[in-house]
């Protein structure tokens, strides 16, 4: 027998009904936060009209596991000073080759730069309206 109660179906609902912050105050504090620490080619994908999972896909790489760390402790320290907010769910931070932090609207993916290459989220995700954040300073 299937339960069809609503609080089981509010385990499958879309990321949209658990938002907090605007997708893109959030995108803007976390790549503010990434460009602090010398993340090397942040890419973001809107990937709201092709999956569930998340609005927008914050990609980036560092070439050390130092360096991963650093990045994702300064995205998570400034998104909980400017904005009150911490990631949902956080994985990898023990390899420090690929770090996930989920916003649930946002999914930040720093990864050492040979697995991102390696992973290719961006040919994976090719339909995806692309945008680079740069530092103009």
Not at 15 to 36: F, H, R, Y
Not at 55 to 79: L, P, Y
Not at 83 to 90: D, G, S, T
Request: net charge negative; charged share 35%; glycine share 2%.
């Amino acid at each position: 027998m299937t339960n069809t109660s609503p609080q089981t179906n509010q385990q499958f609902s879309s990321s949209n009904d658990q938002k907090t912050v605007d997708s893109d105050k959030l995108i803007e504090v976390i790549g503010e936060a990434l460009l602090d620490r010398k993340a090397e080619d942040i890419t973001v994908l809107d990937v709201h009209e092709l999956t569930t999972l998340a609005d927008k896909f914050v990609i980036c790489h560092a070439n050390t596991d130092v360096q991963i760390k650093a990045i994702a402790d300064n995205v998570n320290k400034e998104t909980k000073e400017q904005l009150n907010e911490k990631a949902w769910k956080e994985e990898g931070r023990e390899s420090r080759r690929w770090v996930i932090l989920d916003y649930v609207n946002v999914v930040v993916h720093i990864f050492k730069k040979e697995l991102r290459e390696y992973y290719a989220l961006e040919r994976m995700w090719n339909d995806a309206p692309m945008r680079k954040i740069e530092d103009h300073q």
